[in-house]
Structures are given as structure tokens and as C-alpha cells.
């Protein structure tokens, strides 16, 4: 590569990380003004704009310049070169953010991907600069970078795009309530006076929806079980969508006292795929399930939606015995994409 780039951020470049936090942070929770934006449900991805071309970079350090051909145009077109941005690729269906159409440019053959890129375009939100002018700025405090990169945003055009940012918890706060709507999995929080750094020192809060979901199985013994396995009525059947998070001791065995041996007719294995519960899991071995009568819990989910199965663990909320499992229905965030 050119000397256009520090040598310090030739690819892979380490990124900076997000604590997840679990309330609204306080005013001195980081260092400086704290500044809110949007968390978005894309790939985070690290462009190098450089004489010779455009490379991008996700953060676990693959390239992904090849199936984002559009946004690597983009950026040649509208960024000077020795520009280091952090932003995340996204893709917009009906004024919401969709992670399963941006998945499918990752498993689509090049000789199809062209086609692809123009039914489904993507766009880049930029949310920080690393380097402009060949120099590196990962040292310089967050109010400044932020300067720097809406100088640079002055005059871009779709498909790029500056995150929005704001140092009015007020305001930040009616983007957590009103944003998932569009897919905004959360607010990401960062202090002013905060440099560039590769460890979590930025905060991350994500907004949960709290719906009804049916447990026909679960991880662990009938009385104590570990987790449950959620499902929902998709194409008229009931179907895995998920897993909760690890229950605690007390949890499990309330829960328990609640569960009933699966009579004849389960629509579920005993026996299934962790890809099935995660599809982005990187273990591929079984996973025993133990199958219990349809029973409706309540849990709280990120917005965050694969297809037909939920991308992250839910948190159970409580078991709710009086409901029909058969009258639970699809979330309408879920229903409408």
C-alpha cells in the first residue's frame, strides 16, 4: 500500500469497542461531554481510501471490499485518499435497516453480485476518522475527530452518509425510544475527551422489546432447565426462533414448576444444530434439547432480527401460564419486514 496510509493502520486496524450497560449513563460516566449515536445494525466497517483504491475491513479484520463494490466506489469518489474512516454498512428496505439482505452479499457468487448490489444498495454510515491526510488521529480527543469527519462529510452524498450524533441526553433519549423502529438497535456513548483506542472504552446501550414468545423446549432437566428455546408461528408452524440467556438457579426452578413433559405429536427434534439458535455461531455441534407442552413466556429481545430467528440470547421475563400458547402471535416489527 501507498505511504498515504500510516503504517500503523494498515489493515487489519484494531477497533475500538463498546461496554454494554444495561441504563441510560450518567453524565460523568466518560471522559469529557458525553456524546450519543445511533448503534447501527450493519457491518462495522473500516474504509482505507488510498491513491491506488478502496479497501474495507470488517473488524475481526476480513476484507470486505468485494461484496461492497457500490460503497468502495463511493468513498474513492467523495473521500480525499489517506482518509481512515469507522462507520458501519448497512442496507435500507422500506425505511428500515436490513441485516438479512446485507448477509446475502456475503454468500452470493460474484457472478451474481453485481445484479444484487443494484437491486439492493448499500450505504455507509461514517461515525469516526482515523487518519486524514495520511496522518493518524486515533490520539486526538473525540470532539476533535468528530470536527475533522463532519468537515470531511461537508458535501458527501448518498450512498454515504454521517452518523448523527448529540450531546443532549434528552434528545439521545428519544432516539433510543423512537429509532428501533427502523431497525437502530440501540445508542453507543462517547466521551469527548476520549482518544481512538482498541479496547471498550466506549458504553453501549441496547433498546429491548419485551413480547411473548412460546417455550416448547429447553436446555437442562424439566425441573432446573438452563435455558429455554423460544418459538413463534412462522409460515403456520412453530418454529425455533432463539434461546435465552443462561436462567439463574431461582429462575430455572420457578420455571420448572411450570413445565410439563412434551406429550405426542412435538413439532421439535430432541436434537438440533447451535446454528439453528445462532446462525452466526461458530460451534457446529448438537445441542439436546429437553421438550416440554407449549408454554407462553414473556422475554425481552434487541430488535436485532435474522430472517426467522432472533441474532442475540433473550432475557426471560417472567412465564405466563394463563396465556394460550396457540393465540401467540408475531411481533409486528417482526411480521412487516
Given amino acids: 500500500?501507498?505511504?498515504?496510509?500510516?503504517?500503523?493502520?494498515?489493515?487489519?486496524?484494531?477497533?475500538?469497542?463498546?461496554?454494554?450497560?444495561?441504563?441510560?449513563?450518567?453524565?460523568?460516566?466518560?471522559?469529557?461531554?458525553?456524546?450519543?449515536?445511533?448503534?447501527?445494525?450493519?457491518?462495522?466497517?473500516?474504509?482505507?481510501?488510498?491513491?491506488?483504491?478502496?479497501?474495507?475491513?470488517?473488524?475481526?479484520?476480513?476484507?470486505?471490499?468485494?461484496?461492497?463494490?457500490?460503497?468502495?466506489?463511493?468513498?474513492?469518489?467523495?473521500?480525499?485518499?489517506?482518509?481512515?474512516?469507522?462507520?458501519?454498512?448497512?442496507?435500507?428496505?422500506?425505511?428500515?435497516?436490513?441485516?438479512?439482505?446485507?448477509?446475502?452479499?456475503?454468500?452470493?457468487?460474484?457472478?451474481a453480485l453485481p445484479a444484487l448490489v443494484k437491486e439492493l444498495p448499500a450505504a455507509f454510515a461514517a461515525f469516526d476518522v482515523l487518519a486524514v491526510a495520511g496522518q493518524d488521529v486515533r490520539g486526538v480527543p473525540f470532539a476533535g475527530r468528530r470536527q475533522l469527519l463532519e468537515e470531511l462529510a461537508r458535501e458527501w452524498a448518498a450512498p454515504l452518509a454521517l452518523s448523527p450524533t448529540t450531546t443532549d441526553p434528552e434528545l439521545a433519549k428519544t432516539w433510543l425510544r423512537d429509532l428501533p423502529a427502523t431497525g437502530i438497535e440501540g445508542l453507543v456513548f462517547k466521551g469527548g475527551s476520549q482518544p481512538y483506542d482498541a479496547s471498550r472504552s466506549w458504553l453501549k446501550l441496547k433498546h429491548k422489546n419485551v413480547l411473548d414468545v412460546v417455550c416448547a423446549g429447553v436446555i437442562g432437566p424439566l425441573t432446573q432447565p438452563r435455558a429455554i428455546i423460544a418459538g413463534l408461528p412462522i409460515d403456520g408452524q412453530l418454529r425455533i426462533v432463539g434461546r435465552s440467556t443462561v436462567l439463574s438457579t431461582r429462575a430455572g426452578r420457578e420455571l420448572g414448576r411450570q413445565l410439563r413433559p412434551a406429550q405426542p405429536g412435538h413439532p421439535w427434534p430432541e436434537e438440533i444444530s447451535e446454528t439453528s439458535l445462532n446462525r452466526f455461531s461458530k460451534d457446529k455441534g448438537p445441542v439436546h434439547l429437553t421438550l416440554v407442552e407449549p408454554l407462553v413466556v414473556e422475554v425481552a429481545a434487541d430488535v436485532a432480527w435474522s430472517g426467522k430467528s432472533f441474532r442475540h440470547p433473550l432475557s426471560m421475563v417472567r412465564a405466563r401460564p394463563e396465556l394460550d400458547p396457540a393465540a401467540v402471535e408475531l411481533p409486528p416489527h417482526i411480521k412487516d419486514r
Avoid: C, H
Wanted: aromatic share 8%; hydrophobic share 45%; charged share 20%.
Fill in 1 to 111: 500500500m501507498s505511504e498515504s496510509i500510516p503504517p500503523a493502520l494498515q489493515p487489519p486496524v484494531a477497533v475500538a469497542l463498546a461496554k454494554l450497560v444495561k441504563t441510560f449513563p450518567g453524565p460523568d460516566a466518560l471522559p469529557g461531554v458525553m456524546y450519543s449515536e445511533p448503534k447501527w445494525d450493519g457491518y462495522r466497517t473500516i474504509a482505507l481510501i488510498n491513491f491506488d483504491g478502496v479497501t474495507l475491513w470488517s473488524r475481526q479484520g476480513k476484507e470486505l471490499t468485494r461484496v461492497l463494490p457500490d460503497l468502495a466506489a463511493a468513498l474513492g469518489a467523495q473521500v480525499p485518499p489517506g482518509v481512515v474512516l469507522d462507520g458501519e454498512a448497512v442496507i435500507w428496505i422500506r425505511d428500515r435497516l436490513d441485516f438479512e439482505a446485507l448477509q446475502r452479499r456475503m454468500v452470493t457468487s460474484r457472478a
